[in-house]
Structures are given as structure tokens and as C-alpha cells.
């Protein structure tokens, strides 16, 4: 007997690259999203359901109708930079749409999530993050994260919530088949647009500080194949549907690579340098983020 999926902010990025992943390990897909940063065309593996997550009724309504065995939850604002200007944003979406999901679950009686979480709730730290690392965020992004995890965990003890959350480093890449892929209008990520500066000479790719105390003085991340993220978000799903305890797993490679790095690999495969500038720093950026993934390896 098949069981159902429902998944926030299914029209994504990662979020659509999940879909497919948990089609294709046999569940049913229902997606939930009202399309503000989502598109249309990428809920290619289930109904759509257009709804705004801070709708309780419409999504108690939903779930109701939908009887889901789970809900992956993949809603939120994710840009540390808009996050800095706009907290209020990031606070009201990220924080009350998931209180009003884990209202609306209540009341349908949906017991299991799975969340996407971020690297973003660790903050500053030299060394590699396990999940033990003290969790400090320097941006509200992160803070927005940090808080729904505490509220997920809270619910857990109070109302039997099963729960995994998932804090993923910096994901990247597309569908290997071309199905879905990475679609933001304005481009903020650091892989797409130092494509962008190989495909047109008129492009300055900028890289936001480098004076960091990393090996270069560009920042260091941890590049997680999306494709990567949407198998380890159905594994998790398995593994709360055979009966594990919540938890929660870091889901990275292990190996950083500076932004600079990243520029010149770019530059290595379009055959030609891709033209850079160096600004100041960003505000709310650390100065390295990688994981340590041996936890979720050895339990997912």
C-alpha cells in the first residue's frame, strides 16, 4: 500500500528535486505551495495544491482532505543577504508558517515531518560542524531556521510529533535528467553565477570578502549536490515510517571549497577565465561552513 507525502514548497529548488526522489522511491507526492518563489511547471510528480503556509485554515483543510502518512516542509525564505535587510520577512514567513503547519498537522492528526533545515543555524565556527556544534546564527535566516527547530522539538515532547531535521550546507547542481533544476529571478547563488561570468565576458563575477582567515581569504563552503539532498530527504521519510526517534543530521560532503576555488573550477571547464571582482564582506556571512556527514551516512 502506498503511502503519501505532503510536501511545502514542493515548486523549490530542493524541494521539487525531492518530489521526484520520493515519487521514485514509491510515495505519493502532494505539493503545497502558493508560487511565490515556486513555478508551476516543476511540480511535475503529484497535484498541486496552490496555499500560503500562514493560511492554518486552508492547510488544515488541505491535510484533512489529503491524509498524508508525512510532510517534508520545505517553505521558507533561504537568502542570508535579503534576510539581513528584511528580518521581519524572514521571521513571519520561516517562523509563523511552521507553527501554522505543525497547527494544522494537529488538527488533521499528522504525526510525522520531516524538515529542511541549514548550515546557517551554526554560525561561526573554524572546525568541522557535527551536529553537536553549538548552534549561534549570525543572520536572521538562520535564526528563523533555529527557532522552527526548536519549535518542532518542543512539539515533539508535548504532542508526539515525529520529527528529522535536516540541515543542509550549500546545495547545488541540478537533475541529472533535466527535469527540474535551480530557477531564481534575480540569480543569488555562487555556482550559477560564476556560470553566468564563463558564458558572457560582460559578467563580473563578485566575490564577497576576501580578507576571511581561510586559506585564500574567500569564503569556504561545503557544495552539496541537490540531487544528493533529495535522496537523503526520502531516507529520512523511511526512516521515521519504520519507527526511528527524531533526530537530527548534518547533510554535507565533508570538504569545503573557497569561493575562489569555486571561480577557477568554473573557469577549468568553460576553457576561459571567468572575469571576477573582490568587494567587502557581506554582512551575515561566516567565514567557513563544512560538515561532517558521518552521522547521516552510517543512520540514513
Known amino acids: 500500500m502506498s503511502k503519501t507525502v505532503f510536501v511545502t ?18 510515495w505519493e507526492v502532494v505539493t503545497y505551495d502558493n508560487l511565490s518563489r515556486g513555478w508551476r511547471d516543476l511540480v511535475k510528480w503529484g497535484p ?9 485554515d486552508a492547510l488544515t483543510t488541505a491535510l484533512k482532505d ?20 528584511q528580518p ?5 514567513n520561516n517562523v509563523s508558517g511552521t507553527l501554522s503547519l505543525l497547527e494544522a498537522m494537529r488538527a488533521a492528526e499528522v504525526k510525522r ?20 556544534t553549538v548552534q549561534s546564527p549570525i543572520n536572521p535566516y538562520g535564526a528563523s531556521k533555529m527557532i522552527c527547530e ?5 512539539y515533539g515532547m508535548a504532542h508526539g510529533l515525529q520529527s528529522v531535521i535536516l540541515r543542509y550546507f550549500n546545495a547545488a547542481g541540478c537533475d541529472t535528467e533535466g527535469e527540474t533544476g535551480e530557477r531564481h529571478d534575480p540569480e543569488p547563488h555562487g555556482i550559477p553565477r560564476a556560470i553566468m ?5 560582460t559578467f563580473q563575477f563578485n566575490i564577497f570578502g576576501g580578507d576571511y582567515d581561510t586559506p585564500d581569504g574567500t569564503p569556504v563552503r561545503d557544495y552539496v549536490h541537490v540531487s544528493d539532498l533529495a535522496d537523503a530527504h526520502w ?45 567587502g564582506r557581506r554582512p551575515g556571512d561566516p567565514p567557513s561552513l563544512v560538515a561532517s556527514a558521518e552521522k547521516a551516512e552510517r543512520v540514513l
Do not use: W
Not at 514542493?10 to 520520493?22: E, I, L, M, P, T
Not at 529542511?116 to 543555524?121: D, E, I, L, V, Y
Not at 526548536?150 to 518542543?154: A, E, K, L, S
Open 88 to 92: 521581519e520577512m524572514y521571521y513571519r
Open 150 to 154: 526548536r519549535i518542532i522539538q518542543d
Open 197 to 201: 561570468g564563463a558564458m558572457d565576458g
Open 235 to 279: 531516507r529520512a521519510l523511511d526512516y521515521l515510517d519504520r519507527g526511528g526517534e527524531s533526530d537530527v543530521f548534518n547533510l554535507g560532503t565533508g570538504r569545503g571549497y573557497s569561493v575562489l576555488e569555486l571561480a577557477d573550477a568554473v573557469s577549468k571547464v568553460a576553457g576561459h577565465t571567468v572575469p571576477r571582482t573582490i568587494s
Open 9 to 26: 514548497g514542493g515548486a523549490g529548488y530542493v524541494g521539487s528535486h525531492s518530489a521526484k526522489a520520493f515519487a521514485r522511491a514509491g
Open 48 to 56: 498541486l495544491i496552490e496555499g500560503d503556509i500562514l493560511d492554518t
Open 113 to 132: 515531518m520531516v524538515f529542511s533545515s541549514s548550515c546557517a543555524t551554526y554560525g561561526v565556527h573554524s572546525d568541522l560542524i557535527t551536529e553537536s
Open 66 to 85: 489529503v491524509r498524508p502518512d508525512a510532510v517534508a516542509h520545505f517553505a521558507a525564505f533561504a537568502y542570508v543577504d535579503e534576510s539581513m535587510k
